[in-house]
Structures are given as structure tokens and as C-alpha cells.
């Protein structure tokens, strides 16, 4: 397998820049002064991507799968991302194999 240089420039370039991108955001947070509602806002971000990526994966493969994302969102008000993930992967294969 080969690689093209000008792929390969291509990839690096947007390797920089998504982490410069990321170190901007970093650096711009601590600058900051949010409101509460608007902390609250930003706050909110990670579990809505979250829930962005995972809800339509768990709800479009199968019984078993959307089962096992509700007891694992159960789970997730008690237990450490660890124990939910181990939570989630149990009932998955739980399910699987009554469903």
C-alpha cells in the first residue's frame, strides 16, 4: 500500500489544525466569564454529543441494544462510568441471548 504525498499533507494538515483548534478552546475557557446559566450551558455539551452519538445506534439496531441503553442510563444516576459501561455491556449481552 502506498501514500500519496499530496493524502498525506492533506491529513497532517488537518491533524494541526484540529489540534490547534483544540488548544484554542482550552486556552479561551480559562479567559471566560460566564454567567451561571451560560456555565450551565457549556456544562451541558459532553452528554448531549454523548447522547448524539449513542441514541441512534441504540435505538435503530435492535431490542436487545435499546434495552440495554435504558439500564445503563439507570445505572449511570448511581454508578462510575466503568461500572455503567460494565453495566451496559452485561445487559447487552444479557438480552442478545434471551432476545
Not at 457549556?42 to 454529543?49: G, K, L, Q, S, Y
Request: avoid cysteine.
Amino acid at each position: 500500500m502506498t501514500l500519496d504525498p499530496l493524502n498525506l499533507i492533506a491529513i497532517l494538515g488537518m491533524a494541526v489544525v484540529t489540534y490547534f483548534t483544540r488548544l484554542a478552546g482550552l486556552a479561551l475557557a480559562g479567559r471566560l466569564d460566564l454567567s451561571p446559566r451560560a456555565q450551565a450551558a457549556f456544562d451541558a455539551i459532553p452528554p448531549a454529543v454523548l447522547i448524539a452519538v449513542i441514541a441512534p445506534s441504540a435505538l435503530a439496531t435492535g431490542w436487545a441494544e435499546t434495552g440495554a441503553a435504558v439500564i445503563a442510563a439507570l445505572a449511570a444516576t448511581r454508578l462510575p462510568l466503568l461500572g455503567v459501561v460494565g453495566v451496559g455491556v452485561v445487559a447487552v449481552v444479557a438480552l442478545r441471548a434471551v432476545i
